[in-house]
């Protein structure tokens, strides 16, 4: 798939009008494998702020589809989304061709590798699907009589790339006594409680 047919697909015109919820989850779950290359383009024509929100938001509506006892899964996706979103910021060289390669690797895991067993317990069978179709049988079955157990053990052998983040960045995020950072510090200042 080239840019222009992923703009197609979306149906929009230009990467910057991907600024909606529905045409991001299009894009994420998207059940076929969409090239690196073609995810570089689409996130060097859009706004990273818009970028870094839709991000977000995507992983905020499935992280509450989580088994309750699957803490790990659940900090696997933190993170995810949390790296995800510090390179659609955009504030370091090369952020769109860095965000493009993690989320590659994000969907590759999420739709299409088979690491999650589910045991239907009426019907005596198991089978393994990758996660997302695993979070969405763990949803549906809280509306129907279905029951089934959910091994997310090989799913969690995801590897996260570590990337470097400015420190002026990560102070400015975390900066919240409600004054302006301007990215310096007081030598003379005691830092230390």
Known sequence: ????????????????????????????????????????????????GALQELVEGYFEEIIQFVPDDESDLYTLLQNIATTLAALAEGSEEDSAGMFAEELYRFRSWYLLENSVIIKDFAEGTEREVPPMEALTVYRVQNFTDEDYSFDFTDALDYRLDEYIVSLGSLAEDNYDDGDDYDGSYDEDEDYTE
Not at 15 to 24: D, G
Not at 30 to 47: F, K, N, R, S, V
């Open 1 to 48: 798939m080239n840019p222009e047919e992923l703009l197609l697909m979306l149906d929009i015109e230009s990467p910057a009008e991907l600024v909606y919820f529905e045409q991001f989850a299009d894009l994420m779950e998207y059940p076929h494998d969409i090239p690196q290359e073609t995810l570089t383009a689409l996130a060097e024509g859009m706004e990273p």
